[in-house]
């Protein structure tokens, strides 16, 4: 049942209890097509890894030859991870592998909540991020993002505790290598022994991938790991900045040597950025906008990549930038660059004033969010010298104290002094539905 005093919008017990039911059959629903989608659908990335589970110990042929039409892209340690999986069937794999991906997923969410110091209902954001165009768009290929995703914020709400941290990013470094921007993140904010953590962690993967095929590993770390001709760059699904210029320049060719300060620049921002919201204890902040400059500086970013989206939301809706959190949700839904001509079709490359913008809506989206950060930490800085109350929960656990004090797990921290309580600072009571 639902408290009055927990329900501070009037919501009565007879709508909460409909809420809940109507949030079970969505759930339900979404789980359902899951299942018959995975049982009936090849999923194109998930049967390269498949094959690829079967081609890492047969020399170099791992990377020589194509897998399902396509070339195999990531790290010999993915491929080794896919070695148990390539002796079972098909179906059987994929359908272990999606429900897993699930699995991941629900904790990634779960973290993500822990890390904000919010409580709301984990059904609802779980159903709710289920129909994000980069979370589904991952079970539609299969794709190992999700993992990923939940690696990389297990790490950081570790250290939001100030507990020791590092495996979890050195694994999701060793499948994917783009998650290594969270290494230098904990190097920028003094968490050392953590970074050697995930090194070590890294090195630890990479050499047991090498242990068991050593042609492929020598060749992925001399040659292909930095090869970008291997794959479509100027595909629309590519939502970095790399991707947009191959785009409105019409060709690799065009983009020079000069665009490598592009990433630096962005990449120098961003963990600057990220690294003044871990000093001002905000770890939820800090995780957040590392994932999203990964994104941008890296030169690969398709769609699936971006569900870094998940904590960004997460960050807006905490700081009650409501409008904002409400338009980045329907864009992240909707996806709109697939509405514009892509496939080759000849309005796909140049500027267009209209199509431009849209063709690379999540790239635009990222850099907003990066300068949505670096503003709001101006402001909340000012206000700290002018003495006004921060509204921003410090994520790091405290134990043994009132659940109604200041700081409390309850409360956190952030909580300003002219709320009345808990119960009313956090919004509609989203913990009526949990």
């Given at each position: 049942m639902c408290p009055v005093a927990r329900c501070p919008w009037g919501i009565g017990?007879?709508?909460?209890v409909r809420m809940k039911r109507w949030l079970a059959v969505a759930l339900a629903i979404e789980v359902?097509?899951?299942?018959?989608?995975?049982?009936?659908y090849d999923s194109l990335d998930f049967r390269i890894y498949w094959l690829g589970g079967h081609a890492v110990t047969d020399e170099a042929r791992l990377y020589q030859e194509q897998l399902a039409a396509h070339w195999y892209t990531n790290t010999p340690f993915m491929a080794t991870l896919f070695t148990p999986l390539a002796l079972l069937p098909l179906i059987v794999a994929r359908l272990l592998w999606q429900f897993a991906s699930l699995a991941a997923f629900i904790w990634a969410c779960a973290t993500?909540?822990?890390l904000s110091g919010h409580h709301a209902s984990l059904k609802v954001v779980v159903a709710g991020g289920l129909v994000l165009a980069?979370?589904?768009?991952?079970?539609?290929?299969?794709q190992v993002n999700l993992f990923l995703l939940a690696l990389v914020l297990a790490d950081m709400h570790r250290v939001a505790q100030g507990r020791s941290a590092g495996i979890g990013i050195g694994i999701a470094t060793a499948i994917k290598l783009t998650p290594a921007i969270f290494v230098v993140l904990l190097l920028v904010t003094r968490r050392t022994r953590d970074a050697v953590t995930a090194t070590g962690t890294f090195a630890v993967c990479t050499l047991l991938a090498y242990a068991i095929a050593p042609d492929a590993s020598r060749l992925y770390w001399l040659h292909t790991f930095y090869d970008t001709s291997r794959v479509g760059v100027p595909y629309?699904?590519?939502?970095?900045?790399?991707?947009m210029l191959t785009r409105v320049l019409r060709g690799t060719a065009e983009v020079g040597d000069w665009y490598t300060a592009v990433p630096l620049t962005i990449g120098a921002v961003g963990i600057t950025v990220a690294a003044l919201w871990a000093r001002r204890g905000d770890w939820l902040s800090a995780t957040a906008v590392t994932g999203v400059t990964g994104l941008l500086v890296s030169p690969i970013s398709w769609g699936h990549h971006w569900v870094w989206v998940v904590p960004a939301l997460a960050v807006l809706i905490r700081?009650?930038?409501?409008?904002?959190?409400?338009c980045g949700y329907v864009l992240f839904v909707l996806a709109p660059m697939w509405w514009t001509p892509h496939n080759g079709h000849p309005l796909e490359y140049g500027f267009h004033p209209l199509l431009t913008p849209i063709a690379n809506c999540y790239l635009l989206a990222g850099l907003f969010f990066l300068a949505y950060s670096t503003v709001r930490l101006r402001s909340e800085a000012s206000d700290d010298q002018g003495g006004q109350p921060s509204e921003r929960p410090?994520?790091?656990?405290?134990?043994?104290?009132?659940?109604t004090?200041?700081?409390?797990?309850?409360?956190?921290s952030g909580t300003s002094s002219r709320r009345s309580s808990c119960a009313t600072s956090s919004g509609p009571d989203t913990a009526c539905l949990a």
């Open positions: 017990t007879a709508t909460v359902l097509v899951l299942v018959v989608f995975s049982s009936t993500t909540l822990k980069p979370v589904w768009h991952t079970f539609f290929q299969g629309i699904s590519n939502q970095s900045p790399y991707g700081n009650g930038s409501r409008v904002i959190a409400a410090i994520t790091r656990e405290r134990e043994g104290r009132d659940p004090a200041p700081g409390s797990p309850a409360c956190p």
